[in-house]
């Protein structure tokens, strides 16, 4: 899920906006690996970390948009519950083809 940092969004999961993007957990897990680091570009639907959750499978967390990684709020082996703050996005704004 993602939300805006400095305003609600009328959607709950994603924002056209210059503000920074807080992504937040969809499961309650484990992380198991963190494909990004904070300074870095990230590529539209990128993996950006997976959890393992509670039943043993492996949840891919990715966005629907590329740009820079501001903060990373988590790291492999940090249990997290649905809602855990995971990373802090900011969209590069620019339109690409996907699919």
């Known amino acids: 899920m993602i939300e805006t940092i400095v305003k609600s969004s009328q959607s709950p999961y994603y924002e056209i906006s210059k503000e920074d993007q807080l992504i937040l957990s969809p499961v309650e897990g484990i992380v198991e690996h963190v494909f990004i680091q904070e300074k870095s570009y990230f590529y539209e639907w990128e993996p950006i970390l997976t959890i ?3 039943n043993q499978e492996i949840q891919e967390i ?3 948009f590329s740009g820079s990684v501001v903060a990373l ?3 492999s082996g940090d249990k997290i519950s ?3 703050k995971l990373a802090s996005l900011q969209d590069d704004l ?3 083809g996907c699919d």
Do not use: D, F, Q
């Open 82 to 84: 649905i809602n855990t």
């Open 52 to 54: 393992k959750t509670a």
């Open 62 to 64: 990715s966005v629907p």
């Open 73 to 75: 709020l988590v790291k």
């Open 94 to 96: 620019l339109v690409t």
